[in-house]
């Protein structure tokens, strides 16, 4: 997984901009890198990664509009029980080592991608504790559909686009 997920730099256009979510930029490079991942756990469609990720866009887009930022001190958290997963060799590990073999990527390295991963979750996760209390959405996914249903976005690639027509 991770050999195909590197190799994908070698694709022209990987790191093209193929979709804005009120102007937070997707990329060929991070819908292929979620297609590969999504599917490494059974088939997924296109369709359903690239909704993900668009969903994902809109409720950080939300987030940004209302100045919500996650803790830093529970980002690092999260990022301390990784490292100590990889320390003491936690059973599951062996797919995420993996994956680090075909990156040709050390556990280091991994942690700092995991900083803005886990800035982006830990931010949903503060937007969805400040409506909370409003009692207007049952739960988290009812409210990042409505926030996905109502965000402005652009396709810019015609494969993506038809994918939504």
Do not use: H
Request: charged share 25%; net charge negative.
């Amino acid at each position: 997984m991770g050999a195909r997920i590197k190799a994908l730099s070698d694709i022209p256009g990987i790191d093209d901009i193929v979709i804005l979510v009120e102007g937070i930029s997707i990329t060929r490079r991070e819908i292929e890198t979620q297609s590969i991942l999504d599917n490494s756990y059974g088939a997924v469609l296109l369709k359903e990664t690239v909704d993900d990720i668009i969903r994902e866009k809109a409720v950080q887009a939300e987030a940004v509009l209302l100045g919500i930022e996650p803790s830093q001190d529970n980002i690092n958290s999260y990022l301390e029980q990784i490292r100590l997963g990889f320390e003491n060799d936690v059973t599951g590990n062996e797919l995420l080592l993996s994956y680090l073999e075909g990156m040709e990527m050390t556990v280091e390295e991994y942690l700092e991608t995991m900083d803005k991963v886990a800035y982006v979750m830990f931010q949903g996760g503060a937007l969805w504790a400040s409506i909370e209390s409003l009692q207007t959405y049952k739960t988290y996914e009812e409210y990042a559909n409505d926030l996905m249903s109502k965000a402005k976005v652009e396709i810019f690639d015609p494969e993506i686009k038809s994918l939504f027509e």
